[in-house]
């Protein structure tokens, strides 16, 4: 029963979304379009600048994280937070996203989507009666309603949640992410229609030629993938740093040079394709009416739009750019191929498909739902033996080219440790974790035994037990009542021994320590000069092993 209503609220809340996104940009970009020249360039000048900086203030000023995708802000509360999100994400992300994205910004509205409709969920679970700490399956179930909304493909969103977010096909959520899913799509049936995302025509099979490119059009799309999250986490990075820019004005400047991009495409093309989602270029050049020079130039200037608007902290995510790379991908790589070799419509058709299958895959690192996502938004079987091979190629790629994809990347650049944010999979790995992945490295520490300055550290400091500090080496420990006794029987308090180790000890060997400690805290110490680099507690012991049995959801 809560399910269902975790996919009521959150897939209407999407559609709503999906709904008011379009509005905008048809208001906007769609109308501006059939003026002059100079009247689309002056008005989207406007309308692009306008909302980024709108969005940008509203990021700036009540919520810094709902920038970007909200995939990863997702993963991180799933694990590190037990599915819990703040409803303040949830409503900046909305209007955020609206305006940015309606306001042809290059940047997508799925990850938005499954951000929004995943803190609805938890939310909704808080008002229920779930705890905070048990929130993780109406996150994940309102993940897979986000993606099952905004794409409409129910089974694709399953198997996101899983590959991704949970990182698990035999998780024991299947079941109510399955059917928070269908029940994403029956609202968007309802609603919007059961139309896939792209509509194609008459297809019919591929020849052999089609199958023999294959490999290259998802070598190209892959790489086009790689380069795009290489050149956008460099961007974000830097962007991060320049404390001299207003936070709330580095979306306007991401989205006016994409602007200047996507304007100077148009009047040489005539074509909108590097504003916003896209999809109207991309839904021609499946249809078999976009040239491949056309496609080549689009490809480009999406890929540089996308960056500059994502780098800069745009609201928005990167699942249709990544479609869009790979699609335009595959139409230049057929394009040019058929200057030597006979190519049929489906042979454009087939590597255009795998060409976005791919691009996703190699980002996301997601091969199943790369293959899914592509298949439901097409409705078309005869495309997925292409797809397969696309998918072994790109992932192939992916792991020669990144260490990780590129929601993993996003969370370490944001400061987090991956083997921390995501537990192991069972007890007997988690063991085999080094202890600093437990560790606290900012520990409170004692250094002056002077009864008046204890007096004052007690005051400001709740904890049961402090290392003591002299000559900056770890001296003992001390408990709080030994130190309150200690100065009320005018004496020096007594120190007990203390327990080391070194970083990369295992947690196995960690707990035998721990044991063995007096006051049940081991230190880790620098095992060159051994310095104090941070302490675990019995409670960070526990705590773990709490989160790493509760992984397997």
């Known amino acids: 029963m809560q399910t269902c209503i975790y996919g009521i609220v959150a897939g209407l809340a999407v559609v709503a979304f999906q709904i008011l996104i379009n509005l905008l940009y048809k208001a906007t970009f769609v109308r501006l379009a059939a003026e002059s020249r100079l009247a689309f360039s002056i008005g989207s000048f406007v309308v692009m600048t306008g909302t980024a900086l709108l969005s940008g203030y509203l990021l700036n000023s009540f919520c810094k994280e709902a920038s970007g995708s909200g995939i990863p802000q997702v993963k991180e509360a799933f694990w590190k937070d037990f599915g819990f999100i703040p409803f303040r994400a949830v409503w900046v992300r909305f209007i955020g996203g609206v305006l940015a994205i309606g306001g042809g910004s290059s940047l997508g509205r799925e990850g938005p989507s499954v951000h929004v409709a ?12 779930e705890a905070k700490q048990s929130r993780r399956r109406a996150a994940a179930s309102g993940a897979a309603i986000g993606l099952a909304a905004a794409f409409n493909t ?21 079941g109510s992410v399955l059917l928070a899913s269908v029940i994403g799509a029956l609202l968007v049936h309802g609603i919007v229609g059961s139309q896939p995302a ?5 297809i019919t099979a591929p020849t052999w030629r089609a199958y023999l490119l294959t490999p290259a059009a998802a070598a190209l799309a892959s790489f086009m993938g790689v380069l795009f999250q290489r050149m956008a986490l460099d961007l974000r990075g830097r962007q991060k740093e320049a404390a001299k820019i207003p936070g709330w004005l580095k979306p306007a400047i991401g989205a006016t040079l994409a602007w200047g991009i996507g304007t100077a495409v148009f009047l040489l093309t005539g074509h909108l394709g590097v504003f916003s989602l896209g999809y109207g270029d991309l ?34 995510g990167i699942f249709s750019p990544t479609l869009f790379f790979g699609g335009m991908s595959g139409l230049l790589l057929a394009g040019v191929c058929g200057l030597f070799m006979p190519m049929t419509p489906e ?12 691009c996703l895959g190699a980002v996301v690192r997601a091969p199943v739902t790369g293959i899914f996502i592509v298949f439901e938004m097409t409705h078309e079987f005869a495309l997925v033996p292409a797809l397969m091979i696309g998918a072994l190629v790109s992932q ?42 437990i560790a606290n490295f900012q520990p409170v520490v004692l250094e002056d035994l002077e009864p008046a300055r204890v007096e004052q550290f007690l005051a400001k400091n709740a904890f049961a037990c402090f290392p003591v500090m002299k000559d900056g ?61 941070g302490l675990v507690t019995m409670h960070d012991l526990l705590r773990s092993q709490i989160n790493a049995a509760q992984s397997d959801v």
């Not at 995943?118 to 009666?129: E, K, M």
């Open 283 to 316: 839904t021609a050049g499946l249809n078999h009416q976009l040239a491949w020079q056309i496609a080549g130039t689009l490809l480009v200037a999406k890929l540089l739009a996308t960056v500059l608007c994502y780098g800069f902290g745009g609201c928005g």
């Open 198 to 202: 792209f509509a194609i025509h008459n």
């Open 396 to 437: 192939a790629m992916a792991r020669r080219m990144t260490r990780e994809n590129f929601y993993d990347a996003l969370l370490e650049q944001d400061g987090h440790k991956l083997e921390k944010l995501l537990p192991p999979r069972d007890l007997q790995s988690w063991q085999k974790l080094p202890v600093s992945t």
């Open 118 to 129: 995943s803190g609805l969920a938890s939310g909704l679970a808080g008002l229920t009666g």
């Open 473 to 533: 080496r770890p001296a003992g420990l001390v408990t709080r009542a030994e130190l309150v006794e200690a100065i009320a029987e005018k004496r020096p308090p007594r120190l007990a021994p203390i327990v080391k180790c070194e970083p990369r000890q295992t947690i196995r060997q960690l707990q035998t320590l721990l044991i063995e400690s007096p006051a049940g805290i081991v230190l880790v110490c620098d095992p060159s000069d051994g310095k104090l680099l």
């Open 347 to 358: 042979d454009s058709l087939t590597l255009a498909v795998v060409g976005m299958s791919a």
């Open 154 to 174: 129910p089974i694709a969103a399953v198997t996101f949640v899983l590959e991704e977010i949970i990182q698990d096909l035999n998780s024991n959520l299947l």
